[in-house]
């Protein structure tokens, strides 16, 4: 007889879309951005490179051929720059004039699902949003649409047929893999080695991990592993009491999702979470309510086990990958849905979703109210305590969102990610690390992309305000700044999204993102007010 949590398991996962056949509709073929060109010169640059370097500038950057061909310093600040050392542009060359403005490498976004039919998101909302905020880089954790319609969208992308990031496309541990039936009845070491070499023929580049039987993850990891392939893993709460982030990174699990799995391997005086006794893993509520009091059942801050712990990971090159904004409505549900820009951005068929449920995947607001948020609060005390010293002790952290649930909108959850990364401690040049170089070494693609080093692609972020001085002029809708004459602006917002030398419109992908929601709610004379509500 199959393990009885294996069929739960998989279960919650067809609940949640998780193994659906369904799949969104496909990104248009790209009509948006300039380029690419034999060669681009962007001139007038304040560099801000990914590495930890201080920002630089003014800078000239040369692509040739969708490769920085040179960056060269052009003069000092607030000093006319000397035409005679900029390098010159050449015949069908481009020259964009970026001067005070900030040059970032594009984004990577390592925990993006690509939308859904139950969120009714097309590929090219979800899309557009993600370039907008000057994502040129995702990791699809094994979505609902399968893997070979994420493949076909990979290579389009790859080919610039569409707009879109580039895209790292893992699979679903146990997922179909031919379009019929799943295999998420894998419970025996040798079956797990075979889906793993039939997802390595397919062309996945990694395993997305919910847990499993010890001897299935043992055996699927180390095959994986063989194979050259990365992995993830949410580790579920059905299998943390015999497997959790310690016997993961053991068997060559790269990196770890969210946080689950990790309290757990820093028990001291337990050995299961202290679950209430009437606790149900199917309702969410039970679900996620009680997860928010799980750092403060392991060990305290600094202590040994804890110590431990995050040295042995440390030690095993492995990657955490927070996704701390997804979780962010549990400590302030308000706030995040009320959010300014889900007015304008967010589909009302996404906003269905997110709204109190008893079967939509992150819709557990049965009853959300001020213990559970309190708790949560201090959740993130210790969560961010953890994260912040795995990164000073030399542990890679990085930037994932894992939007489309919980109030946490493409895109826009991004720049949400980097400021709760500063909020644990970051320094703002070490998020920024976070969110390009170290999700570039994480996806084993540090050697194309992740900073602005010559030889690399041509993939960059350029916004008119200093980032480093406040991370809200990342989002789409910018920040508010008082000006000299007592008038209130939005400022910032991405000015130039720029991947494989192709030049987009930031704003312009968001008014198209705009178009898309308009229509959307023409057609059901739909505004967003409250949860299950239609206007």
């Given at each position: ?428 040049l070490e998020v920024i690390k976070a969110a390009t170089l170290n999700g570039a070494e994480a996806l084993g ?13 041509a993939d960059f972020v350029i916004v008119e305000e200093n980032p480093l001085e406040n991370l809200k002029v ?62």
């Amino acid at each position: 007889m199959k393990d009885l949590k294996t069929k739960v398991f998989l279960l919650a996962c067809l609940l949640f879309g998780l193994h659906t056949n369904a799949q969104i509709e496909k990104a248009p073929p790209r009509s948006e951005g300039e380029g690419p060109w034999s060669q681009l010169i962007i001139r007038g640059v304040t560099v801000i490179d990914g590495t930890l370097s201080p920002p630089i500038g003014p800078i000239d950057i040369v692509v040739e051929n969708n490769r920085i061909a040179s960056i060269q310093v052009v003069g000092f600040p607030g000093m006319d720059i000397n035409p005679d050392r900029r390098p010159k542009l050449k015949p069908g060359g481009k020259e964009l004039n970026a001067e005070g403005m900030y040059l970032l490498p594009g984004f990577v976004d390592t925990h993006a699902h690509i939308g859904g039919t139950t969120q009714g998101t097309p590929a090219e909302y979800v899309f557009k949003l993600w370039m907008a905020h000057g994502i040129t880089t995702i990791c699809d954790p094994g979505s609902g649409n399968g893997i070979d319609w994420v493949l076909d969208q990979k290579k389009k992308s790859e080919k610039n047929e569409i707009t879109a990031p580039r895209i790292k496309a893992y699979t679903w541990f146990g997922s179909s893999l031919n379009g019929e039936k799943g295999r998420g009845d894998i419970t025996t070491p040798e079956a797990a080695r075979e889906w793993v070499r039939e997802n390595a023929k397919k062309g996945a580049d990694g395993i997305k991990f919910g847990g499993g039987l010890p001897e299935v993850m043992q055996a699927a990891l180390e095959e994986n592993k063989k194979l050259g392939l990365r992995s993830k893993t949410h580790h579920a709460q059905l299998y943390v009491g015999r497997w959790n982030v310690l016997n993961s990174a053991r068997a060559g699990l790269t990196s770890m999702e969210h946080w689950y799995g990790l309290p757990e391997a820093m028990f001291d005086d337990r050995t299961v979470q202290n679950y209430s006794l009437d606790y149900n893993y199917q309702n969410e509520q039970d679900r996620f309510g009680e997860a928010g009091q799980l750092w403060a059942q392991a060990a305290k801050p600094y202590s040994k086990k804890w110590n431990e712990v995050m040295n042995e990971l440390i030690s095993l090159d492995f990657t955490i990958s927070p996704t701390m904004v997804i979780y962010e409505a549990n400590r302030d549900l308000q706030r995040a849905r009320r959010a300014e820009w889900h007015e304008m951005y967010t589909l009302p068929s996404l906003w269905d979703f997110y709204a109190p449920s008893r079967q939509s995947h992150g819709s557990y607001w049965h009853f959300w109210g001020t213990e559970q948020e309190i708790a949560w609060k201090e959740n993130y005390k210790l969560w961010m305590t953890f994260l912040n010293e795995y990164k000073n002790r030399g542990g890679r952290v990085t930037v994932g969102t894992d939007a489309g649930f919980i109030y946490q909108l493409y895109g826009f959850a991004y720049p949400r990610e980097m400021e709760l990364l500063r909020e644990a401690g970051f320094h703002p040049l070490e998020v920024i690390k976070a969110a390009t170089l170290n999700g570039a070494e994480a996806l084993g693609m540090d050697s194309e992309i992740g900073t602005i080093k010559v030889g690399k692609l041509a993939d960059f972020v350029i916004v008119e305000e200093n980032p480093l001085e406040n991370l809200k002029v990342l989002y789409g809708t910018g920040a508010i700044k008082l000006q000299e004459d007592n008038t209130v602006a939005r400022v910032g917002g991405v000015k130039y999204t720029i991947k494989d030398g192709i030049i987009y419109d930031a704003k312009q992908l968001l008014e198209d993102v705009k178009k898309i929601v308009d229509e959307a709610k023409a057609k059901g004379n739909y505004k967003i007010l409250q949860p299950g509500m239609k206007g």
